[in-house]
């Protein structure tokens, strides 16, 4: 078994068989060895949170249940064949979320704007708008670009209602998330520098955070909201 620095193969290796066997008998039948590794992994999201507090202010973390939501989805299957947690940052002035997913063959970090609600989706496309230079500046900073690559997100299809269509910053303004994802291989996850990957990985869409937090608290005249 792993220490609460380490991802388990054991770990992964039940979530092979979870996938395999996603009905609730099977669960039932092995849900003391699941919740060993629950425990384990949660040691895990424990120490990465533990690591965040030391370069960022976050006020909570989240461990998601294993068990799935189905009723508006197609997918019956009970259970989810992956675990996960999300870092919540403290206060109405730090803006932004981190992400952690562990799944073997589909293991990776997310950050950013998943679902930003309405007001500060249109705060931001203002301020790209008006200029996107400084935006467009920091993420592809040095550091940060080499770990997290370019900004994703579902856009959408035309220019939003009330902005120009011809704009140079279109790209940016048609988005409707603005986050950044890193996928990790099985062998990178349950090797013991994943704790500092992750710890590194976080460290660097720090300057990104820093301009969203100050766009998403002040007007377009610079003023605070809060």
Do not use: C
Not at 16 to 42: G, I, Q, R, Y
Not at 74 to 88: E, I, Q, V
Not at 161 to 166: A, L, N, Q, Y
Not at 189 to 198: N, P, T, W
Request: charged share 35%; hydrophobic share 35%.
């Amino acid at each position: 078994m792993a220490d609460n620095n380490t991802v388990s193969k054991a770990t992964f290796d039940f979530l092979d068989e979870l996938e395999k066997n996603n009905n609730k008998e099977w669960f039932e039948a092995n849900k003391a060895t699941f919740k060993s590794h629950e425990t384990l992994v949660k040691s895990f999201f424990e120490a990465v949170k533990d690591k965040l507090s030391h370069h960022d202010d976050i006020e909570k973390m989240k461990m998601f249940r294993i068990y799935r939501d189905v009723r508006f989805s197609k997918d019956k299957t009970p259970y989810k064949s992956h675990l996960a947690a999300s870092f919540s940052r403290l206060g109405a002035h730090l803006r932004g979320g981190y992400y952690i997913h562990l799944k073997p063959g589909g293991s990776f970090l997310a950050t950013g704007f998943w679902d930003p609600n309405k007001e500060d989706l249109f705060r931001i496309r203002k301020e790209l708008e008006m200029d996107a230079k400084e935006f467009r500046k920091t993420i592809n900073q040095k550091t940060l670009k080499s770990v997290w690559g370019d900004i994703q997100g579902d856009a959408l299809k035309s220019m939003p209602k009330g902005f120009d269509k011809e704009h140079p910053d279109i790209d940016l303004i048609k988005l409707k998330q603005f986050i950044f994802v890193r996928n990790f291989k099985d062998s990178e996850v349950l090797s013991g520098a994943f704790l500092e990957e992750v710890d590194k990985s976080f460290r660097a869409i720090r300057p990104y955070f820093d301009l969203m937090s100050n766009i998403l608290t002040t007007d377009l005249n610079g003023e605070s909201v809060l």
